[in-house]
């Protein structure tokens, strides 16, 4: 009887153990305002020069747009940042004391660097509301989820992300039932959940309505400061609508590097992407 008692004490979902709550990441060192250093960066496929001697650096809560023709090496850059793909040379530093090049993907996500793909990837047959608790940082084994409670300040942070991503009204209806602007705002929300210090958001406006993608414009830009943001985008109007730097890459390696009028009359720029 005593055993029964305790298994269904372990069993309560209103009871925190100290193993389920998540780690908290090592402090960023921030000391010259830079939050991610990319530099010298180099790696090749098979022959195919994908990046060559990158040099990038995104300032702590800064939204920077990544532009540049298909091929120009924006996915892989990202995959680098993520720990997707490992460089053949160079160094990627988070702050100033954190490699990112010694660690794996869970590793890098766990210090705060978040990724959104162009495709929103979220829990159809579940709430809104499910989606954002299922994203929160920590221990995502079978039995840590199945013993898990929320704590009071997870349930505040999920009503917090709600209200950032404007889906407060929709937080009972099943993600699947979203429309595609939706659930992209729900994708971000559940990076939100993980608390991270870089979010890096692949072609968000892609397939939105105009309203839509005004809406994305107000969340992203509001997210700069709290979050640093790189976001890619191939939308010109998107991005000038967002960006105060842009950087262009062009064969691996950035192009040109400044505001959105800078860039649109760069003349190299106009000839390798923009069109003459």
Same mark, same amino acid.
């Given at each position: 009887?005593?055993?029964?008692?305790?298994?269904?004490?372990?069993?309560?979902?209103?009871?925190?153990?100290?193993?389920?709550?998540?780690?908290?990441?090592?402090?960023?060192?921030?000391?010259?305002?830079?939050?991610?250093?990319?530099?010298?960066?180099?790696?090749?496929?098979?022959?195919?020069?994908?990046?060559?001697?990158?040099?990038?650096?995104?300032?702590?809560?800064?939204?920077?747009?990544?532009?540049?023709?298909?091929?120009?090496?924006?996915?892989?850059?990202?995959?680098?940042?993520?720990?997707?793909?490992?460089?053949?040379?160079?160094?990627?530093?988070?702050?100033?004391?954190?490699?990112?090049?010694?660690?794996? #993907?869970?590793?890098?996500?766990?210090?705060?660097?978040?990724?959104?793909?162009?495709?929103?990837?979220?829990?159809?047959?579940?709430?809104?509301?499910?989606?954002?608790?299922?994203?929160?940082?920590?221990?995502?084994?079978?039995?840590?989820?199945?013993?898990?409670?929320?704590?009071?300040?997870?349930?505040?942070?999920?009503?917090?992300?709600?209200?950032?991503?404007?889906?407060? #009204?929709?937080?009972?209806?099943?993600?699947?039932?979203?429309?595609?602007?939706?659930?992209?705002?729900?994708?971000?929300?559940?990076?939100?959940?993980?608390?991270?210090?870089?979010?890096?958001?692949?072609?968000?406006?892609?397939?939105?309505?105009?309203?839509?993608?005004?809406?994305?414009?107000?969340?992203?830009?509001?997210?700069?400061?709290?979050?640093?943001?790189?976001?890619?985008?191939?939308?010109?109007?998107?991005?000038?609508?967002?960006?105060?730097?842009?950087?262009?890459?062009?064969?691996?390696?950035?192009?040109?590097?400044?505001?959105?009028?800078?860039?649109?009359?760069?003349?190299?720029?106009?000839?390798?992407?923009?069109?003459?």
């Amino acid at each position: 009887m005593k055993s029964l008692d305790a298994m269904r004490n372990f069993m309560r979902r209103d009871q925190v153990f100290e193993f389920l709550i998540p780690d908290t990441p090592p402090d960023l060192d921030l000391t010259h305002g830079i939050i991610l250093y990319l530099e010298g960066i180099s790696v090749s496929f098979d022959g195919f020069q994908a990046i060559n001697n990158l040099n990038l650096y995104i300032g702590d809560g800064e939204l920077r747009c990544i532009i540049g023709p298909n091929g120009a090496g924006k996915t892989t850059m990202m995959d680098i940042i993520t720990g997707k793909t490992a460089p053949d040379s160079g160094s990627a530093w988070f702050g100033q004391q954190i490699n990112l090049l010694k660690m794996d #993907e869970p590793e890098i996500a766990a210090i705060g660097i978040g990724r959104k793909f162009q495709k929103p990837t979220v829990f159809e047959f579940h709430p809104v509301i499910d989606n954002l608790e299922l994203a929160l940082a920590g221990n995502k084994g079978v039995w840590t989820v199945l013993t898990a409670r929320l704590r009071e300040q997870e349930r505040h942070r999920i009503d917090e992300v709600l209200k950032i991503i404007g889906l407060q #009204e929709e937080s009972t209806r099943l993600a699947g039932a979203l429309s595609h602007g939706q659930k992209q705002w729900l994708e971000i929300g559940m990076l939100l959940m993980q608390n991270p210090k870089l979010l890096l958001v692949d072609e968000p406006a892609a397939g939105m309505t105009h309203q839509e993608m005004e809406r994305t414009a107000e969340l992203l830009t509001s997210l700069a400061g709290d979050h640093s943001v790189i976001v890619v985008e191939h939308d010109m109007d998107f991005v000038r609508s967002i960006a105060n730097k842009v950087t262009v890459l062009h064969q691996g390696t950035v192009l040109a590097e400044g505001t959105m009028d800078e860039v649109q009359n760069n003349q190299q720029v106009i000839e390798v992407y923009l069109g003459g």
